[in-house]
Nanobody, 124 residues
């Protein structure tokens, strides 16, 4: 079992930055590949980024590539998402997720545990 708690969301102007954190407890964090997803009102939950267990391999959705950076600190059991050059279309609830397997996951169905989400709102 893995418990995930996101933090760091908020209101920011377009062009600004935010860093999301996801604190993990329970089952060994370092054994889990991790991901970030987001869901805007009335839309499906979309993939944002994923990271392997060691933190050396990452992959991003095209819409955030070059602006967002996913990272993890296994000693602190924490996942991060650094978001720069934010746009109004980045507005959504952001979720972190964990999966039992080592490799990347690009679909929400590939993840076993989810946090409660944190709201990110980007004003124009």
């Amino acid at each position: 079992q893995v418990q995930l708690v996101e933090s760091g969301g908020g209101l920011v102007q377009a062009g600004g930055s935010l860093r999301l954190s996801c604190a993990a407890s329970g089952r060994t964090f370092s054994n889990s590949a991790m991901g970030w997803f987001r869901q805007a009102p009335g839309k499906e939950r979309d993939f944002v980024a994923t990271i392997g267990r060691s933190g050396t391999s990452t992959s991003y959705a095209d819409s955030v590539k070059g602006r967002f950076t996913i990272s993890r600190d296994n000693a602190k059991n924490t996942l991060y998402l650094q978001m720069n050059s934010l746009k109004p279309e980045d507005t959504a609830v952001y979720y972190c997720a964990a999966r039992h397997r080592a490799g990347w996951g690009f679909r929400s169905s590939e993840y076993d545990y989810w946090g409660q989400g944190t709201q990110v709102t980007v004003s124009s």
